[in-house]
Nanobody
Framework: VQLQASGGGSVQAGGSLRLSCAAS????????MGWFRQAPGKRREFVAA???????IYANSVKGRFTISRDNTKNTLYLQMASLKPEDSAEYYC???????????????????WGQGTLVTVSS
């Protein structure tokens, strides 16, 4: 499985960005796919996930502002980010796993596959 993230950039507070994660090698649409982010000096944190291709789950800090979606025809995961804040600035990573259970969706070390990061910078 290979994941390729893109779409990061610089934006002013209140702006929007859409991240994409192109996946190859997935053998099923029931993989759980998610987004994590890591700011300098901080631990990597969960942002959002699509659990087994069906359920969407969000971190409280982004709920109502970010929307995760998945296009199975294109094998691509998206993260639409709106009302961006400076604290959203981070390297964003997409991840995937075939056997994740619901209780582990927010735990980064439970994911087997990772893409490279894409940098999001939000200025005030």
């Amino acid at each position: 499985v290979q994941l390729q993230a893109s779409g990061g950039g610089s934006v002013q507070a209140g702006g929007s960005l859409r991240l994409s994660c192109a996946a190859s090698g997935l053998t099923s649409n029931r993989y759980t796919m998610g987004w994590f982010r890591q700011a300098p000096g901080k631990r990597r944190e969960f942002v959002a996930a699509v659990f087994r291709g069906v359920n969407t789950i969000y971190a409280n800090s982004v709920k109502g502002r970010f929307t995760i979606s998945r296009d199975n025809t294109k094998n691509t995961l998206y993260l639409q980010m709106a009302s961006l804040k400076p604290e959203d600035s981070a390297e964003y990573y997409c991840a995937a796993d075939a056997t994740l259970i619901l209780s582990s969706v927010r735990t980064d070390d439970q994911y087997d596959y990772w893409g490279q990061g894409t940098l999001v910078t939000v200025s005030s």
